[in-house]
């Protein structure tokens, strides 16, 4: 029998590169491994499930067993990959060796952890995964009051969330607004205001230094000195590629796992893609990006060398009480910013000196012009 396409990782990655590599070839042995349990789920619903009233079985898809089907390949669960030879084109699962055709590494982005002291700092729970989902709604059960660390994109989709479920939401961030790294200070005040009408208490500026038992809950100790009750803590901090195994098997990394446009590593027959991909220097952790590689990449696998191009990738925002949609100016360009509208309703865009937009941020009824402005948006990876 022929040696198998290994991808790793069942995330949406995996599973759409899965999909068109079918739709190319019929014949070629398509084995997938995961850590987890290989269900197929959408991650970008995971902080959709409270509002919805979803738990882990109704965000989740498809059985693996129904994913091997569909796709003829075989999916191997709860299956960590513990390391790669590259020289002899085989991985590693603990003592089993696994040669690979062609190895693709879509094994995502993992959680990064705060510093926290305190008896209770073990039940800081993240959720980066539909198994850590279905954990933080068993931990949720019967509890009131969320603490969320973390005012990015994530720790204010959970916020709106959650609050949507009827938890009592307070929300820790070192930083003066939310979402610092993607949003212009105008549309973030927007949002900020957005969640505070839905009785989320923001507390920009310090950090949890400490977590401990109360009587009844959580006692969280902030580095200002402020205390807060609570019974859960969600930690939404942030994500970073994984990039360990990759590092240690010899491929080059940097922030991300570096891949030419072709999602060709450093190491022939190995490619990445996901969120654990640098893709010609752009580790973009979205859904749009990771289509577009994955029907490249399908191509490629199957014979014809084609090279990823990203257009504008504008991110929607799951803030339902302040809707979001932001488009920040590709790396290395240089632009002014100019804010138009006022309360929830801001129009804030970026132009360079000859008026060409760059990037935009919409929030509330301004939403509606994200079609109009995304046609004079330049792209990511031309
Ligand atoms: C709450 C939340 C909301 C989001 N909302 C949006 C949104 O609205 N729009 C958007 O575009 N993006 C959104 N994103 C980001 C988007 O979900 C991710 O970019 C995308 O799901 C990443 O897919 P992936 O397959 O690369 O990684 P993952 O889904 O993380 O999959 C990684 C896979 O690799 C496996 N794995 C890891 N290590 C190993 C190992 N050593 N051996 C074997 N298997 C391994 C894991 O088990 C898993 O199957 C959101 C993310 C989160 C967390």
Known sequence: MDTPVVIVGTGLAGYNLAREFRKLDNDTPLLLITADDGRSYSKPMLSTGFARNKDADGLCMAEPGAMAEQLDAE??????????????KRLWLGEEA???????????AEVIRVPV???ARDALLALNDLEDYARFRQAAQGKRRVLILGAGLIGCEFANDLSLGGYEVDLVAPCEQVMPALLHPAPAAAVQAGLESLGVRLHLGPVLSRLEYAADGLEAHLSDGRVIACDLVLSAVGLRPRIALAAAAGLAINRGIMVDRQLRTSHANIHALGDCAEVDGLNLLYVMPLMACA???????TGTPTEVAYGAMPITVKTPVCPLIVSPPPRGTQGEWTV???GGDIKALCQDASGALLGYALTGAAVQEKLALNRLLPALLP
């Open 75 to 88: 999916v191997r669960t709860h299956t960590p990959v513990t390391g790669i030879d590259p020289g002899h």
């Open 98 to 108: 696994v040669a690979y055709r062609d190895l693709v590494l879509a094994w995502g």
């Open 117 to 119: 002291e305190g008896e």
């Open 295 to 301: 029907r490249a990449l399908a191509k490629t696998l």
């Open 340 to 342: 138009e509208g006022s």
